[in-house]
């Protein structure tokens, strides 16, 4: 079977991404579960402890509150009110903090700290798996054993207002509900709306109903958008503290006519990084407030209560105990002990048991050798000592022995609770190794057959024959899919856990072992090919003497160097020195190229070249060296002197000598733009600086200078309808966030009211459509007139520019000048090297991808959740869209890479004359994506019980997930510009 190698490559990353998705699926497993069905009914309870005798306490204990209340700011971090903004901005929690009848905690959430996962946290005490990171977007229902299931499957009624989440999790449970999404986070004032006409609900009806929460969204919305630094912040945390005071005084004043204590609770789901999102394990995202008010609380004069700091899973348990109602059985937390301190012995004893013997179960049925776990040994330690107490005290025994005895099994019983917690916190999951093992296989197939194809591809032509229909009427391939399906069926059957792929319909699974025989055929049959037809040797006669040059080898070197780093903790958070290195090393060794071209010119020697010794290495250096993308031979580097010595001292003369050094110094600039990272994330940098509200002059200045810049460096090769509307549409993009209060008309006073955005916004991306339909045009206007070369080149241009426009609108205003930055380096590297040195596809192709990833890391980001501007997904949409949230998320994060990619395939294509370069560099640029894509697997596998797995590897792995996928995106836009330049031909 012929087929062009872009067309190939696009193909071969399709079935990767099919291999990742699968391997991901069994890497991000389901989290320790109980083997009971939550079925919800009446269930005996255990009863307490007893020696000699029976007990007569067999029931569940009463409730310890009538009602309970829980508000739920989400993004509230723990010093928004034990730090000094409390004092300020909420002054009446400061107050029942200090001196009022509660309990203070802060509460630590498990990364990923999401929303989804960590209301499963407090609701069910269990771990989520880090997958619901992804579920986060498309909350399924709930099927897990929780706090609000039980209360429903008691008779009690509840209510909710807030965050739609709950109630996608939580269907049919609430009697009344009414939900808001919390995607569209450039609202925040219609969300204050919303709860200012639920507050008096929310306050009433709290004879009626024993359940009642609130989920407020306007924090968190304001934090990614402004940051935790915003004046905004602290409005909201004084509207949040009148609406805790109206919420509490009303339960007061219930109180005093049921004579029953309620509880109101004051959480959060997570907290809020230093710009203002969410999603890691940063000390500022993990920590959050967890207040507990009740008037059983009673606090004596001097009594000084300081935050404790305890897990976010153990306010499920409190909350069951508080409710009368079973302890969920996935739960993982402790009983919050200040709740109950103040009951009587046998009470707080009966808690406390319930609890670790909850814990205990569920220790029993995920770690085989429960037996020998301290805090089981500690439970049946505390189990005997508190049935003698139980005999003691209904035998009327009053002594102090029985005191004693009691003081020493409730200490036993809190140690034995914290280390079950601790040990079933610590088994979060058991890995799908099955699935893991079909998805790495896939990945591994597929890069072997791209390896094994360099030369067919980028020594010979753009085209190459894969052998599939031999393979797969042979006899080897059915015996290959004979094998494989007997593993599956026998895995399958026999596994104790689950696995995923065992879940599949068996036509998947079956269509899966096929492809995975299907390709070990066709590696086999192309390795049999390159033996039977002598392909190394006659590559190898017919270059006797390879050389490369510096820039080649550092290509190389840098790229097989960034790949070995991935395997170390400290290189993946830290990632971006790794490309800011590699970028400046590729300016001074372009420096050096130019340099030697026009200074020595044909009389440089090749003494200064590196020798490259036949065999394998001859194909990787017909990799650089033979991938040319034009139809003229390549000059030998050694002699690749530039006809300009007429020009020697000219204007462009200079301009090649110091393009590679004006490169050097955009670059670094950018640097001190965004500081990114672990280390070095908490440091002051410019666009800390330019994000305040005392410079939003300089921003808007900067902002409005960096817009000029964009449009003279993308004006010059549109058409003049284009020129126009991208005139337009950076002017839209500068009134939209005029608009949002991000940046400021001359005319315009600081203190003006702010909007959603949404005409301005919406202006704009009617430009962008017009942009993108007019290079769509003359792109399939070119395919028509063969004869007019220029029509297609502007079509590439002006989809270009539509993007640029695009990334534009989606990035914060301080992050202009990365985009400005970005078209520069792309001008000053096409027109004073790429062009006059004449570096070949490959080069050219590495080269952008490097500055891609690069750029990426400019822009802010990282390999840390956190970092993801969701903000970018709602630009212009006044409703959430799951669709388009999407796609303008993912663009707006991966702007550098795809803006390069892009600007790759209008260069190649530009050249009248460039013959299969395109092809040949997209079968490139597949191949330098797919490299770190499955090492990575490999190396996530052998540390997946590495003390950073789920903190640093585990992020970083979905980010490889979403590049891969991206780049079969751009590998198809690749492999169709080529056919449309074929078709040309």
Aim: net charge neutral.
């Amino acid at each position: 079977m012929r087929l062009r190698s872009g067309a190939f490559a696009a193909s071969c990353v399709a079935v990767e991404v099919i291999g990742v998705a699968i391997f991901l699926r069994g890497f991000f497993p389901t989290p320790v579960r109980s083997s009971a069905r939550p079925e919800h009914r009446a269930e005996t309870p255990a009863p307490e402890p007893v020696a000699g005798s029976s007990s007569n306490w067999t029931k569940l204990p009463p409730p310890l509150f009538s009602k309970v209340v829980i508000v739920l700011i989400d993004a509230l971090r723990d010093d928004f009110v034990f730090g000094s903004k409390g004092v300020k901005y909420m002054p009446y929690t400061t107050y029942l903090i200090e001196k009022g009848a509660s309990h203070s905690f802060v509460a630590e959430a498990k990364p990923p700290t999401v929303t989804m996962p960590r209301i499963k946290a407090l609701m069910t005490g269990s771990l989520p798996g880090f997958v619901d990171l992804i579920r986060n977007l498309n909350s399924p229902a709930l099927l897990e054993d929780n706090v609000i299931g039980q209360a429903k499957a008691a008779g009690k009624r509840m209510i909710f207002y807030g965050d739609e989440t709950w109630v996608k999790l939580f269907p049919k449970h609430f009697v009344e509900y009414d939900g808001t999404t919390s995607f569209f986070v450039s609202d925040y004032i219609e969300v204050s709306f919303f709860f200012s006409r639920h507050l008096p609900m929310l306050v009433g009806q709290a004879d009626l109903c024993e359940f009642k929460a609130s989920h407020y969204l306007g924090l968190d919305h304001i934090g990614h958008i402004s940051g935790p630094s915003s004046p905004l912040i602290g409005h909201k945390l004084n509207e949040m503290d009148s609406i805790l005071m109206k919420i509490h005084t009303s339960l007061l004043s219930k109180e005093r006519e049921t004579l029953s204590p309620s509880l109101l609770v004051l959480c959060s789901d997570h907290g809020m990084s230093e710009t203002g999102s969410h999603g890691a394990s940063s000390t500022e995202e993990v920590s959050t407030p967890l207040i507990l008010i009740s008037s059983a609380f009673e606090r004596r004069p001097g009594d000084i209560r300081h935050p404790k700091h305890v897990q976010q899973t153990d306010l499920a348990a409190t909350l069951a105990i508080g409710l009368g109602l079973p302890i969920p059985k996935d739960n993982v937390g402790s009983l919050l002990f200040p709740v109950i301190e103040g009951k009587s012995m046998r009470e707080q004893l009966r808690f406390l048991h319930l609890n670790t013997l909850q814990l205990s179960k569920l220790l029993q049925e995920n770690i085989p050798s429960y037996e020998k776990d301290p805090g089981f040994e500690q439970f049946k330690m505390a189990e005997r000592l508190h049935g003698n107490w139980v005999k003691l005290h209904l035998e009327e025994n009053h002594s102090d022995i029985l005191l004693g005895l009691g003081t020493k099994v409730l200490r036993q019983y809190l140690g034995a609770l914290k280390t079950l917690s601790l040990s079933l916190s610590t088994q979060v999951a058991q890995y799908d190794i099955y699935s893991m093992v079909i998805g790495t296989v896939v990945v591994l197939e597929v890069l072997t057959l791209l390896l094994i194809s360099i030369p067919h591809v980028l020594c010979r032509k753009a085209e190459l024959d894969i052998a599939l229909l031999s393979p797969v009427f042979s006899l080897l391939f059915y015996l290959i899919f004979l094998v494989l399906t007997a593993i599956h069926v026998v895995v399958c059957t026999s596994s104790e856990s689950s696995c995923y792929f065992c879940s599949f319909p068996w036509l998947a699974a079956g269509g899966v072992m096929v492809l995975v025989s299907a390709l070990l055929c066709a590696i086999l049959s192309a390795l049999a090919r390159m033996v039977i037809d002598g392909t190394l040797l006659r590559k190898n006669a017919a270059h006797p003497n390879l050389e490369w040059s510096e820039v080649e080898l550092l290509l190389l070197l840098g790229t097989v160097g960034h790949v070995l780093s991935l395997g170390a903790s400290s290189f993946v958070e830290e990632e971006h020195q790794t490309w800011y290195f590699l970028v400046n090393t590729l300016c001074l060794a372009l420096s050096q190229e130019t340099c030697r071209s026009y200074f020595l010119r044909d009389d440089y020697g090749p003494q200064h070249h590196f020798h490259v010794e036949q065999g394998f290495e001859g194909i990787f250096a017909c990799t650089l060296q033979d991938s040319t993308g034009y139809s003229v031979p390549k000059p030998d580097r050694a002699g690749k002197g530039i006809p300009l010595a007429e020009a020697q001292g000219g204007y462009k003369w200079w301009a090649v000598l110091a393009s590679p050094w004006l490169v050097l110094v955009c670059c670094r600039l950018l640097r001190s733009l965004n500081q990114t990272g672990v280390q070095g994330a908490h440091r002051p940098d410019l666009s800390h600086w330019l994000t305040s509200s005392d410079h939003k002059v300089q921003l808007s200045g900067l902002a409005a200078l960096s817009l000029l810049v964009i449009f003279m460096l993308i004006q010059r090769g549109c058409s003049p309808m284009s020129k126009v509307a991208l005139a337009l549409g950076l002017l839209g993009v500068f009134c939209y966030r005029a608009a949002i209060g991000n940046v400021l008309f001359p005319w315009q006073p600081d203190n003006k009211g702010i909007s959603k955005g949404i005409i301005e916004a919406r202006f704009v991306y009617v430009f962008i459509l017009g942009i993108l339909f007019m290079g769509t045009k003359d792109l399939l206007k070119s395919q028509i007139i063969s004869a007019d070369f220029k029509i297609k080149t502007v079509g590439f241009w002006e989809i270009y520019s539509g993007l640029v426009l695009l990334a534009a609108l989606l990035l914060r205003p301080h992050n202009l000048p990365v985009l400005a930055f970005s078209l520069l380096i792309q001008t000053i590297m096409t027109k004073f090297i790429w062009k006059p040195l004449k570096h070949d596809a490959a080069e050219i192709t590495v080269m952008h991808y490097w500055f891609g990833q690069a750029f990426f890391y400019f822009q802010g980001n990282s390999n840390n959740i956190a970092t993801i501007d969701i903000s970018a997904g709602f630009v212009g949409l006044d409703t959430y869209m799951e669709v388009p949230a999407t796609f303008l998320t993912v663009f707006g994060t991966y702007v550098g890479p795809v803006l390069w990619a892009s600007h790759l395939v209008h260069f190649l294509s530009s050249e009248a004359n460039s013959g299969s370069a395109l092809s040949r560099a997209c079968f490139c640029y597949a191949l330098i994506c797919s490299v770190p894509v499955a090492t990575y697997i490999i190396l996530v596998t052998s540390l997946r019980y590495h003390l950073f797995i789920w903190s640093v590897f585990s992020p970083k792995l979905l980010y490889e997930g979403m590049h891969l996928l991206i780049t079969a995106a751009l590998c198809v836009v690749f492999t169709a510009t080529d056919q449309t330049s074929y078709t040309r031909a």
